[in-house]
């Protein structure tokens, strides 16, 4: 069985603490308490996960979480987060495969195309759950990153509450091409909203 362990937060946590207008304040008026935040919390996660990495063999695969973007993109810039956050994914990716852990999963809500490539070159390779109201899309990703970016989700949660054939349509669209290109698990981009009938679920 796939066996996972979670690899924190670099800026979703900072987030909840501090509040999104309090954190994109802070970039701009003390970006380096900002950087001493996060490397504080990267400190925090390699000292929580480094004695399990040692101590249970065989883990497959981590799990990082941020939230970090809304439907127009991310909640801090890409050059913000390629200078702040890049280098702590590093150490936490860096970690994760001397141990053996080569797939590391991202769950961002929202449109986080502008941080794809900067969430690759900080080792994270995969994510999810690739909203479809923000724009994402497995297909697209697929067809602009290969397999390198491993992806989870994208079945629009808001055909679910439709009928049958719009469930169908929304699946069939994804699963004729991902199927083959692969690398890519199928699921509701997001919880199941309450307006979904039991029978469509």
């Not at 297909?139 to 990153?145: A, D, M, Q």
Request: contains cysteine; negative net charge; hydrophobic residues 45%.
């Amino acid at each position: 069985y796939p066996l996972g362990i979670h690899a924190g937060s670099v800026f979703g946590w900072l987030r909840n603490w501090m509040g999104v207008e309090n954190i994109a304040v802070a970039l701009y008026d003390d970006k380096p308490w900002v950087q001493e935040m996060m490397e504080w919390v990267t400190d925090f996660i390699i000292q929580l996960i480094a004695p399990a990495l040692e101590q249970v063999p065989g883990i497959d695969m981590a799990y990082m979480w941020e939230d970090m973007c809304y439907r127009a993109g991310p909640l801090i810039s890409p050059k913000h987060f390629k200078e702040l956050m890049v280098p702590q994914y590093k150490r936490i990716t860096g970690l994760l495969r001397r141990h053996g852990v080569d797939i590391v999963l991202m769950d961002c809500d929202g449109n986080h195309d502008q941080l794809n490539a900067l969430w690759l070159e900080g080792g994270v390779n995969g994510v999810y759950p690739l909203e479809v109201a923000a724009g994402e899309d497995p297909v697209r990703l697929r067809k602009e990153y290969g397999k390198g970016l491993r992806l989870i989700g994208g079945i629009d949660k808001r055909a679910l509450a439709r009928n049958k054939k719009a469930i169908e349509e929304e699946v069939m669209k994804k699963v004729a091409f991902m199927v083959e290109a692969g690398g890519w698990i199928p699921s509701i981009d997001h919880a199941v909203p309450p307006d979904v009938p039991y029978e469509n679920y």
